[in-house]
């Protein structure tokens, strides 16, 4: 059974810095790509995704601001989220996609004070 575990999240003023990290309960590559999604009221939606090839894929709202990166040595993935604004609250998943599977973190909250 693949678990994804997140940590990283936490209250933020505008304008600031969270580093997400997800580690995963086996090899990363083993994944046809991982990633990132948040929720606020309303729908799930991706934030940033890797591809195992390292391939990265961005929501406009991300661009320029958050980077996703891997760590294959620890099993994990991280999000940098850097110039943080209130509408970046929301619950963050993790995310890993195998063939037409996917799995979920817990999801941690992040929450952007202005």
């Known amino acids: 059974q693949v678990q994804l575990v997140e940590s990283g999240g936490g209250l933020v003023q505008a304008g600031g810095s969270l580093r997400l990290s997800c580690a995963a309960s086996?090899?990363?590559?083993?994944?046809?790509?991982m990633g990132w999604y948040r929720q606020a009221p309303g729908q799930r939606e991706l934030v940033a995704r890797i591809?195992?090839?390292?391939?990265?894929t961005y929501a406009d709202s991300a661009k320029g601001r958050f980077t996703i990166s891997r760590d294959p040595g620890l099993n994990t993935v991280h999000l940098q989220m850097n110039g943080l604004a209130a509408e970046d609250t929301a619950v963050y998943y993790c995310?890993?996609?195998?063939?037409?599977?996917?799995?979920w973190g817990q999801g941690t909250q992040v929450t952007v004070s202005s």
């Open positions: 995310n890993a996609t195998l063939l037409s599977r996917n799995y």
């Open positions: 086996e090899n990363i590559f083993n994944f046809n790509s």
């Open positions: 591809n195992v090839g390292g391939v990265t």
